[in-house]
């Protein structure tokens, strides 16, 4: 076992996350994964928007950045530019990325610009009075949708997928060797990474639609997730309820830094013969 707190700052303890809820599940898998790899604190950037995930930063002894809602990956984008020697971490929630920070996160992942965005999904916006985000599904309730929601939902992964990120993966709080796993890929994959990670909101969305407490709603993702190696094993019907897990992308692409620094070299070169 790791010594967590080494990564911690103690003086902001006791955290403000409600009782059951994943997020400190995230947090330490995040740490578990940078020990493993060795990284020291200076080296790590960490950035966040506004949201239950994006109060990580607070907790951890790194270089930290807590922005506006939505502008996450924006900020981090211009601290990678400014010191591309760090390793550059977003923590931000489904509503934070997706949704105000919709348009910074498909370009982050077309651009291929070289960070690692950890999205804790909870499906709602629990910190600001619980309303409907791009990943409630539909027919639940949230604040805005009392009757249940009418809109389809955001797949987050198969989004950066399609926008052209160089690693997507998604994992669950439950399955937290997994999630270790996934993390530590992700953060030493050069390039854009995605980790969306399945973890419950027991106060502002399972209370509204009543699906028990904390382990309840952990215990559902148990019962309804599947491995990306199961999920092609079986029908259409079978996969109907299932969320699947694992890695979709795992691909090399020309990252934007490293590109954008080459152009700047060529254009001082040529400068340099007139």
């Given at each position: 076992?790791?010594?967590?707190?080494?990564?911690?700052?103690?003086?902001?303890?006791?955290?403000?996350?409600?009782?059951?809820?994943?997020?400190?599940?995230?947090?330490?898998?995040?740490?578990?994964?940078?020990?493993?790899?060795?990284?020291?604190?200076?080296?790590?950037?960490?950035?966040?928007?506004?949201?239950?995930?994006?109060?990580?930063?607070?907790?951890?002894?790194?270089?930290?950045?807590?922005?506006?809602?939505?502008?996450?990956?924006?900020?981090?984008?211009?601290?990678?530019?400014?010191?591309?020697?760090?390793?550059?971490?977003?923590?931000?929630g489904?509503?934070?990325?997706?949704?105000?920070?919709?348009?910074?996160?498909?370009?982050?992942?077309?651009?291929?610009?070289?960070?690692?965005?950890v999205?804790?999904?909870?499906?709602?916006?629990?910190?600001?009075g619980?309303?409907?985000?791009?990943?409630?599904?539909?027919?639940?309730?949230?604040?805005?949708?009392?009757?249940?929601?009418?809109?389809?939902?955001?797949?987050i992964?198969?989004?950066a997928?399609?926008?052209?990120?160089?690693?997507?993966?998604?994992?669950?709080?439950?399955?937290?060797?997994?999630?270790d796993?996934?993390?530590?890929?992700?953060?030493?994959?050069?390039?854009?990474?995605?980790?969306?990670?399945?973890?419950?909101?027991?106060?502002a969305?399972?209370?509204?639609?009543?699906?028990?407490?904390?382990?309840?709603?952990?215990?559902?993702?148990?019962?309804?997730?599947?491995?990306?190696?199961?999920?092609?094993k079986?029908?259409?019907?079978?996969?109907?309820?299932?969320?699947?897990?694992?890695?979709?992308?795992?691909?090399?692409?020309?990252?934007?830094?490293?590109?954008?620094?080459?152009?700047?070299?060529?254009?001082?070169?040529?400068?340099?013969?007139?």
């Amino acid at each position: 076992m790791i010594d967590y707190t080494k990564y911690l700052r103690i003086s902001k303890f006791p955290l403000i996350w409600c009782a059951g809820c994943g997020n400190g599940i995230v947090l330490k898998s995040i740490l578990r994964a940078i020990d493993k790899i060795g990284w020291a604190k200076d080296e790590i950037c960490m950035v966040s928007g506004i949201g239950c995930s994006s109060r990580t930063p607070g907790y951890v002894d790194f270089n930290t950045l807590h922005t506006t809602h939505g502008r996450a990956i924006a900020f981090a984008t211009g601290v990678k530019m400014a010191k591309p020697e760090l390793h550059v971490i977003v923590v931000t929630g489904d509503g934070d990325a997706t949704a105000i920070g919709g348009n910074h996160y498909i370009h982050a992942a077309r651009r291929n610009i070289d960070m690692t965005v950890v999205i804790f999904n909870n499906n709602i916006y629990g910190m600001t009075g619980g309303q409907v985000s791009p990943t409630t599904p539909m027919g639940m309730k949230a604040s805005t949708a009392p009757y249940g929601s009418v809109e389809a939902s955001f797949n987050i992964s198969g989004l950066a997928e399609a926008a052209g990120a160089s690693f997507v993966a998604r994992g669950t709080v439950y399955h937290v060797f997994q999630l270790d796993k996934l993390i530590e890929r992700a953060l030493l994959k050069r390039g854009f990474s995605v980790v969306e990670v399945l973890t419950p909101c027991p106060t502002a969305y399972g209370r509204r639609n009543r699906m028990g407490t904390g382990v309840d709603m952990i215990r559902w993702q148990k019962e309804h997730t599947v491995s990306v190696q199961e999920a092609g094993k079986l029908t259409p019907e079978q996969l109907q309820d299932k969320i699947i897990t694992g890695v979709f992308v795992d691909v090399d692409r020309p990252e934007y830094v490293e590109t954008y620094q080459k152009l700047v070299q060529s254009l001082r070169e040529r400068a340099q013969k007139h």
